[in-house]
T-cell receptor, first 111, second 114 residues
């Protein structure tokens, strides 16, 4: 099992460009999450999904959109990237109440 | 108000010694869960240990134990017999009620020296 994988691992964008981060899990988990990690601030929840076809806002959703068309995939989109979105992005999946399994992260820089 | 507070930005411990990483939390929900994750320099988040608010005993997982003091709202992580490979960032997190969301603290950087 690959667990949780994220594509790409690194990306540099110019302000105003768009991109999509892909998260895939092979553990048949219902729940999937997108977090961002900034220095000194821990992880903050952007959006999450409790099942295929559902999404919900987390703590810092502005500037991001998500989609969960297939159970195993959770996509995070940036329509018009801003320097404030420079961060490390983590995807996670889980069964709900217990631990979440994290992907390796995507380092995004917006110039 | 901070939901999860980790007051130690950095900690040092000598190899083979025990170390306690502090975590306090704030919630009015009687049902919650507390988690500790390790993030080595490679960046991945590794689940270490979980404590439910109704669990009668403190959680233990190998060299990790969670010192759960409900009245004080603290959930400190104790690492016994520290190893050089324990050097990493450690994050405390909480899930409230029946939500599926984790709230993370700002982390503590642990450095183990020989």
């Amino acid at each position: 099992n690959a667990g949780v994988t994220q594509t790409p691992k690194f990306r540099v964008l110019k302000t105003g460009q768009s991109m999509t981060l892909l998260c895939a899990q092979d553990m048949n988990h219902e729940y999937m999450y997108w977090y961002r990690q900034d220095p000194g601030m821990g992880l903050r929840l952007i959006h999450y999904s409790v099942g295929e076809g559902t999404t919900a806002k987390g703590e810092v959703p502005d500037g991001y959109n998500v989609s969960r068309l297939k159970k195993q995939n959770f996509l995070l989109g940036l329509e018009s990237a801003a320097p404030s979105q420079t961060s490390v992005y983590f995807c996670a999946s889980g069964l709900g109440s217990y631990e979440q399994y994290f992907g390796p992260g995507t380092r995004l820089t917006v110039t | 108000a901070q939901k999860i507070t980790q007051t130690q930005p950095g900690m040092f411990v000598q190899e083979k010694e025990a170390v306690t990483l502090d975590c306090t939390y704030d919630t009015s929900d009687p049902s919650y869960g507390l988690f500790w994750y390790k993030q080595p320099s490679s960046g991945e988040m590794i689940f270490l240990i979980y404590q439910g608010s109704y669990d009668q005993q403190n959680a233990t997982e190998g060299r990790y134990s969670l010192n759960f003091q409900k009245a004080r709202k603290s959930a400190n992580l104790v690492i016994s017999a520290s190893q050089l490979g324990d050097s990493a960032m450690y994050f405390c997190a909480m899930r409230e009620g029946d939500t599926d969301k984790l709230i993370f603290g700002t982390g503590t950087r642990l450095q183990v020296f020989p």
